[in-house]
């Protein structure tokens, strides 16, 4: 196997057709699958933020402000608006005495639709804590906070909380940082590229502390455990990372980004993956990760159907009539 393309189906006729690169592997050093691309660079936008949120979560910040676990996976999500997202960064930042004008990020609708009509309706306009990047920018401020750093810059590339972060990165992929390999994310915030192979040593690695075997196994532990108890928070209702952590029962650890970026650990089978569509059209992960985790068996029967039904790779048009379908093929 090397090889994993999604073709999209109008009536009997391929429409579109996308490819997919990355890497599945164990911790144990196994190549399981491989589209041998390990060397090319990749922007994992959003799937990393778990990363960014270590020196966030090593300032204490959990106790001095007496977060929850839901505020505390928001820090690590990219969350869709929905209410009981908002009604958490509200308390938040009403505990750390912070205005939403801090945050950096920009403002857009809930990347729900519901919620976005809800809005709407409500006469209300959207806000800096309805960007989906909202939990990880409160979480840059709560830290700058109590180390008395300041805050009007808190994304410039040599503060001191985004070189906390670099280092953080450098740890885990047991390389160093390129400059040549900065970019800007898409609230602003810094973003790198790393190597195929490079996130796949940083997941081993997250594998390991998660297990007290690597560096910042307690706090770690602290996130990952808040993140599995209260998936919805990563991201949503509709969510891919949301749903399969929730079908997994909590075996799975994951996080979707944007452009087509999809990362996970197996934390009970030790097995991780990156993922990566090269056109970056994000709706052919679900099919992807589907008949990936049906043909490695990496969930059981009733998850794997419960997966599937949740996906539904029937395409309707608005009239609810059938017009396709969806099939990934894995060569």
């Not at 939403?100 to 403002?107: A, D, R, T």
């Not at 809930?110 to 006469?123: C, I, N, Q, R």
Request: with cysteine; aromatic share 10%.
């Amino acid at each position: 196997m090397s090889k994993i393309t999604t073709l999209f189906y109008r009536g009997n006729l391929i429409e579109s057709k996308h490819e997919i690169k990355g890497l599945i592997g164990s911790i144990n050093g196994e190549k399981i699958f491989t589209t041998h691309n390990e060397d090319e660079y990749i922007f994992p936008r959003s799937s990393i933020k778990i990363f960014q949120a270590i020196p966030f979560a090593i300032s204490d910040a959990f106790n001095v402000f007496n977060l929850n676990q839901k505020q505390i996976a928001l820090s690590c999500s990219s969350h869709c608006g929905e209410h009981f997202h908002i009604k958490e960064l509200q308390k938040w930042i009403i505990k750390t005495n912070l205005k939403s004008k801090n945050l950096k990020c920009g403002i857009h609708n809930p990347l729900d639709t519901h919620a976005t009509e809800k809005l709407f309706l409500s006469g209300k306009k959207p806000y800096q804590l309805y960007n989906n990047c909202a939990g990880k920018h409160l979480a840059m401020l709560t830290a700058c906070k109590i180390n008395r750093y300041s805050i009007d810059d808190y994304l410039d590339f040599n503060h001191p909380h985004q070189k906390k972060i670099r280092s953080v990165f450098a740890k885990f992929t047991e390389e160093n940082i390129l400059k040549t390999n900065y970019g800007v994310d898409g609230c602003s915030a810094p973003q790198y590229a790393f190597t195929i192979k490079q996130l796949s040593v940083a997941l081993s690695n997250l594998y390991k502390s998660y297990n007290s075997k690597f560096e910042y196994s307690h706090i770690v532990g602290i996130m990952i455990d808040a993140i599995l108890k209260n998936p919805l928070f990563i991201g949503g209702n509709k969510n891919l990372d949301s749903n399969l952590i929730r079908i997994s029962n909590g075996e799975i650890f994951c996080k979707g980004g944007a452009e087509g970026v999809f990362l996970f650990i197996h934390l009970k089978k030790g097995i991780f993956g990156i993922l990566k569509v090269i056109d970056g059209n994000e709706r052919v992960l679900p099919s992807v990760v589907y008949n990936l985790f049906k043909k490695l068996k990496l969930l059981k029967n009733k998850q794997i159907e419960e997966l599937k039904y949740w996906n539904n790779f029937i395409l309707k048009n608005h009239a609810n009539i059938k017009i396709g379908h969806i099939k990934t093929v894995i060569e």
